[in-house]
C-alpha cells in the first residue's frame, strides 16, 4: 500500500471514529426534549455526555489536521466550496460546549430551558449537514482547474443542497437520532431507559429505509460497485441486528451493531470514493490521492507520528469510557433545580 492510500484509509478510520462517538452525541442533544419531561431527567440525559462529548470532538480536530497535512489540495478545496455548511457546523460544534458549561449555572427555568434549546437546534445542524456535506463528496462537485494549477470548487451553496445530498443529510440525522436513543438505553435508568428504547425502535426503522434509499441511489452513481455492495449488504445487517437486540431489550448489543452500522457507511462511502477525494462534475481533472496530496517525505514524518501518538489516544479515551460506564437514574441526583452559582454568596 502506498503512503497515499495509507493515509487515506487513515482519515477514513478518523471520520469512522468521529461518526461513531459524535453520533451518538449529537442523538443525545437532538432527544433531549424528547425523552427527559422535569430537570433531573434533563440533568441524567446530559450527564451521560458531561464527561465524553468534548474528547468526542477531539476526533473531528485530528480528521481535519490529517486532512490538512496529507491532502492539502482536498482541505483547500473543502474548505473553501463547503464554506457555509462547514461555518454552521464549527458555530453549532461551538455553541453546543457553551451551552454543555452554562446550563447548570442557575437555577432559573428559562435560563435552562434557553441553553437547552441551544444543545437540541446545535445538534441537529450538525447531524444533517455532515450528510449532505460527505453526500456531495462522494456524488462529486463542480471543479475548475485554474491557470496557476490548483483545481478549485465553482458551484455555489444552492449546489450542495441536491436532492441526492439531503437524502444523505437525513439519513445521517435519522442514524444519530437512533444511535443517540440505543446509548440513552444504555447509559440511563428509569423511565428516560424505557422512553430511548422505543424512540430507537421508531426512528430506527425509518433509518433503516433512509439508508436503503441513500445507498442504493449511490450505487446508481457509481461505475465500480464491488465493494460499495458488500459495505451496504453489512450495514442492512448491522441495522437489523441492532434493532432486534434492542427490541429485547439487549441495550449493549443494540448500541455496539448501531456503531457497526455506523461504521460501515462510513467505510462504503470511501470505499465508493476512492481513489478520489473529490470526483469533478464538470469535464476535467478532479482530486484524488495523488494530485491531492503532500509530499512522499511529509506523510512519511506523519505516519511515524500517528503510530505512537494513536494507541494513546485510544487507550486514553477507552479509559475514559470504562470509568463512567455505569448508569445514570434521575433518583441520583438530589437538588436538580438548584444551580452550581446559586450557591454563591
Given at each position: 500500500?502506498?503512503?497515499?492510500?495509507?493515509?487515506?484509509?487513515?482519515?477514513?478510520?478518523?471520520?469512522?471514529?468521529?461518526?461513531?462517538?459524535?453520533?451518538?452525541?449529537?442523538?443525545?442533544?437532538?432527544?433531549?426534549?424528547?425523552?427527559?419531561?422535569?430537570?433531573?431527567?434533563?440533568?441524567?440525559?446530559?450527564t451521560t455526555l458531561g464527561p465524553l462529548w468534548d474528547g468526542n470532538e477531539v476526533w473531528?480536530?485530528?480528521?481535519?489536521?490529517?486532512?490538512?497535512?496529507?491532502?492539502?489540495?482536498?482541505?483547500?478545496?473543502?474548505?473553501?466550496?463547503?464554506?457555509?455548511?462547514?461555518?454552521?457546523?464549527?458555530?453549532?460544534?461551538?455553541?453546543?460546549?457553551?451551552?454543555?458549561?452554562?446550563?447548570?449555572?442557575?437555577?432559573?427555568?428559562?435560563?435552562?430551558?434557553?441553553?437547552?434549546?441551544?444543545?437540541?437546534?446545535?445538534?441537529?445542524?450538525?447531524?444533517?449537514?455532515?450528510?449532505?456535506?460527505?453526500?456531495?463528496?462522494?456524488?462529486?462537485?463542480?471543479?475548475?482547474?485554474?491557470?496557476?494549477?490548483?483545481?478549485?470548487?465553482?458551484?455555489?451553496?444552492?449546489?450542495?443542497?441536491?436532492?441526492?445530498a439531503l437524502l444523505g443529510g437525513l439519513t445521517t440525522l435519522a442514524l444519530f437520532v437512533?444511535?443517540?436513543?440505543?446509548?440513552?438505553?444504555?447509559?440511563?435508568?428509569?423511565?428516560?431507559?424505557?422512553?430511548?428504547?422505543?424512540?430507537?425502535?421508531?426512528?430506527?426503522?425509518?433509518?433503516?429505509?433512509?439508508?436503503?434509499?441513500?445507498?442504493?441511489?449511490?450505487?446508481?452513481?457509481?461505475?465500480?460497485?464491488?465493494?460499495?455492495?458488500?459495505?451496504?449488504?453489512?450495514?442492512?445487517?448491522?441495522?437489523?441486528?441492532?434493532?432486534?437486540?434492542?427490541?429485547?431489550?439487549?441495550?449493549?448489543?443494540?448500541?455496539?451493531?448501531?456503531?457497526?452500522?455506523?461504521?460501515?457507511?462510513?467505510?462504503?462511502?470511501?470505499?465508493?470514493?476512492?481513489?478520489?477525494?473529490?470526483?469533478?462534475?464538470?469535464?476535467?481533472?478532479?482530486?484524488?490521492?495523488?494530485?491531492?496530496?503532500?509530499?512522499?517525505?511529509?506523510?512519511?514524518?506523519?505516519?511515524?507520528v500517528a503510530v505512537v501518538m494513536t494507541p494513546i489516544v485510544l487507550l486514553y479515551q477507552?479509559?475514559?469510557?470504562?470509568?463512567?460506564?455505569?448508569?445514570?437514574?434521575?433518583?441520583?441526583?438530589?437538588?436538580?433545580?438548584?444551580?452550581?452559582?446559586?450557591?454563591?454568596?
Open positions: 500500500m502506498s503512503l497515499n492510500s495509507f493515509w487515506f484509509v487513515i482519515i477514513a478510520v478518523l471520520w469512522i471514529g468521529y461518526f461513531i462517538l459524535e453520533g451518538f452525541d449529537f442523538g443525545v442533544g437532538i432527544l433531549l426534549p424528547v425523552v427527559a419531561k422535569n430537570q433531573a431527567e434533563r440533568r441524567a440525559v446530559l473531528l480536530l485530528v480528521a481535519g489536521g490529517a486532512t490538512f497535512a496529507a491532502f492539502p489540495e482536498w482541505y483547500a478545496t473543502l474548505f473553501s466550496g463547503f464554506y457555509l455548511p462547514l461555518f454552521l457546523i464549527l458555530l453549532s460544534l461551538i455553541v453546543r460546549g457553551v451551552a454543555f458549561e452554562y446550563r447548570s449555572k442557575y437555577g432559573s427555568d428559562k435560563w435552562r430551558s434557553r441553553w437547552d434549546l441551544a444543545i437540541t437546534i446545535a445538534s441537529f445542524l450538525p447531524a444533517l449537514l455532515w450528510g449532505v456535506a460527505f453526500a456531495n463528496i462522494v456524488r462529486g462537485v463542480p471543479l475548475t482547474k485554474e491557470p496557476a494549477g490548483y483545481i478549485q470548487y465553482t458551484g455555489g451553496f444552492w449546489n450542495l443542497l441536491n436532492p441526492y437512533s444511535h443517540g436513543a440505543f446509548f440513552l438505553a444504555l447509559k440511563t435508568d428509569g423511565e428516560i431507559r424505557v422512553r430511548a428504547n422505543k424512540l430507537g425502535q421508531r426512528v430506527g426503522l425509518v433509518t433503516a429505509l433512509l439508508a436503503v434509499l441513500f445507498l442504493g441511489w449511490t450505487l446508481l452513481g457509481l461505475t465500480s460497485k464491488g465493494g460499495v455492495i458488500a459495505g451496504s449488504v453489512a450495514v442492512v445487517v448491522a441495522w437489523l441486528t441492532a434493532l432486534a437486540a434492542n427490541a429485547k431489550g439487549r441495550e449493549g448489543y443494540a448500541f455496539l451493531f448501531s456503531a457497526i452500522a455506523t461504521a460501515a457507511v462510513v467505510i462504503t462511502l470511501f470505499t465508493g470514493l476512492y481513489p478520489n477525494v473529490m470526483p469533478n462534475l464538470n469535464a476535467g481533472p478532479g482530486l484524488n490521492i495523488f494530485n491531492a496530496s503532500s509530499t512522499h517525505y511529509t506523510l512519511g514524518v506523519m505516519t511515524w477507552g479509559w475514559s469510557y470504562w470509568v463512567f460506564r455505569k448508569r445514570i437514574n434521575p433518583n441520583q441526583i438530589s437538588t436538580p433545580e438548584v444551580g452550581v452559582l446559586d450557591t454563591v454568596h
